[in-house]
């Protein structure tokens, strides 16, 4: 029976003792998540493709007081999550510093091809998106933003598990099984039937989001949780095709205003709402196999 002081927000959200794995770490969304962990007390590993980003990520937004919080960004890597050997180095790194992992969040991604769909004319929307489109940019798109989530998750699966070991062994007696989980990031992107120009991106993410429901109930008999995080506009090098040398994003003026469709919040999604979603699932043991949408509101608007 929870008494008043079991309510209050930094014995709710404390990751503290965490150890998290962050792809997609460096920029953006990933950040995001690394950034709201470490302030929040855990060890966050993040890895990506560019070794001089992931140490910027790190230099640049560690917490300054780790040494009361014990949060830390570290870099680790390079790793292409789309390439199985990198996936078993980046597993086998972590195996040599850790003896387990809280927290995986599989945020690395591409954007693919984009194709407007404008023409009512079949003969010329033909040509629209078959010029415009290839095969195998639609199979770059899922084996980064579907098939990458998939094995990135089975690659961790091990480490996953035995944080509930580690809860059970832990001083702690109101750890309980540590619950570790996974949070995947889908896209509102992918549960909307809007294509926005991009059929491969938006399919991708419709993929990300079953996946993380099937990677739920199957991996549910391991003790691991799996959540999605379905983000709406948010700043970040995909986005908003660059970052600063802070590795953060800015949409240009009038982006979401011009973005085709309403977005009933009239502006883009901050940093910390991410970091807040991240929180939620990483710490609520009670949710599991849940698409968070955090998107300001489109989907009220746009048909899902």
């Given amino acids: 029976m929870a008494s ?45 493709r560019r070794t001089e980003v992931l140490e910027t990520a790190a230099k640049e937004h560690s917490p300054r007081e ?15 999550v789309t390439k199985k050997e990198d996936l078993e180095r980046l597993v086998a790194e972590v195996e040599k510093r850790e003896k387990y992992i809280s ?3 599989c945020n690395a991604g591409i954007s693919g091809p984009k194709a ?5 004319d079949a003969t010329e929307l033909k040509k629209q998106l078959w010029e ?25 699966l091990p480490l996953l598990q035995a944080a509930a070991k580690h809860g059970k062994e832990s001083a702690d007696p109101s750890a309980n099984s540590f619950a570790a989980s996974v949070i995947t990031i889908s896209s509102m992107s992918g549960l909307i039937r809007h294509a926005q120009g991009h059929f491969s991106y938006n399919a991708a993410k419709a993929g990300a989001v079953h996946l993380s429901k ?15 995080i379905a ?45 807040m979603a991240v929180l939620f699932l990483a710490k609520n043991e009670y949710v599991n196999g849940q698409i968070l949408s955090v998107d300001g509101g489109v989907q009220n608007v746009v048909a899902a």
Wanted: aromatic residues 8%; charged residues 20%.
């Fill in 231 to 275: 983000p709406g506009y948010f700043p970040s090098e995909m986005t908003a095709k660059a970052s600063d040398d802070r590795n953060k994003s800015e949409f240009p003026e009038g982006k979401i205003a011009s973005a085709g469709h309403d977005v009933p919040a009239e502006r883009a999604g901050r940093d910390e709402e991410i970091g």
């Fill in 116 to 120: 407007e769909p404008e023409s009512r």
């Fill in 103 to 105: 927290l995986l969040v």
């Fill in 66 to 80: 780790a040494s009361e919080t014990g949060g830390q960004i570290i870099p680790i890597g390079p790793c292409d």
């Fill in 4 to 48: 008043t002081h079991h309510f209050d927000a930094t014995r709710l959200f404390s990751v503290k003792g965490y150890v998290c794995v962050v792809t997609g770490g460096g920029t953006g969304i990933g950040l995001m998540a690394s950034q709201a962990l470490a302030a929040n007390g855990a060890k966050v590993y993040i890895t990506g």
């Fill in 132 to 156: 415009k489109e290839s095969v195998e940019q639609w199979q770059e798109t899922f084996a980064g933003d579907v098939t990458s989530l998939y094995f990135t998750t089975v690659a961790f």
């Fill in 214 to 228: 099937m990677m739920s109930a199957e991996f549910g008999k391991t003790g691991i949780r799996v959540n999605s």
